[in-house]
């Protein structure tokens, strides 16, 4: 496997480790340990990729939002009413399924509150 490789997958199982204990238990409820058990790698492996817990919670937010992102250029490329439209539906389609309210209830007491957990 390839290095490139391997440095997205240690980094995916890093954020899907994180995004299940989130969901079940919320953000500040979660320890760097558990993340890093539950994904199988070191301690030391999530700092090669994370500085501290909270950039966890922002690669996930980025991960969460991807394709609602990709999704700009219809507000500038085409009617802004309908662009923004489509979007604000598309992001109210993330934030209300229940597997994600948890993590987005999450993400905003952090955004909200970064000193909080």
Known sequence: ???EEQV????????TAADQLIV????????VERIT?????????FYTYFKKKGDLMIA??????????????????????????????????????????AMVRSWLRFILDPSNG
């Open 60 to 101: 996930l937010s980025q991960h969460r939002f991807a394709a609602i992102n990709d999704q700009i250029s219809l507000l500038v490329n085409g009617d802004p009413v309908e662009g923004i439209r489509h979007y604000l539906m598309s992001y109210l389609k993330v934030v209300t399924d229940q597997s994600t309210l």
């Open 8 to 15: 997205r997958l240690t980094k995916q199982k890093l954020l």
């Open 24 to 31: 079940k238990e919320g953000y500040a409820a979660v320890s």
């Open 1 to 3: 496997m390839k290095r």
């Open 37 to 45: 058990k539950l994904a199988g790698v070191s301690k030391g492996t």
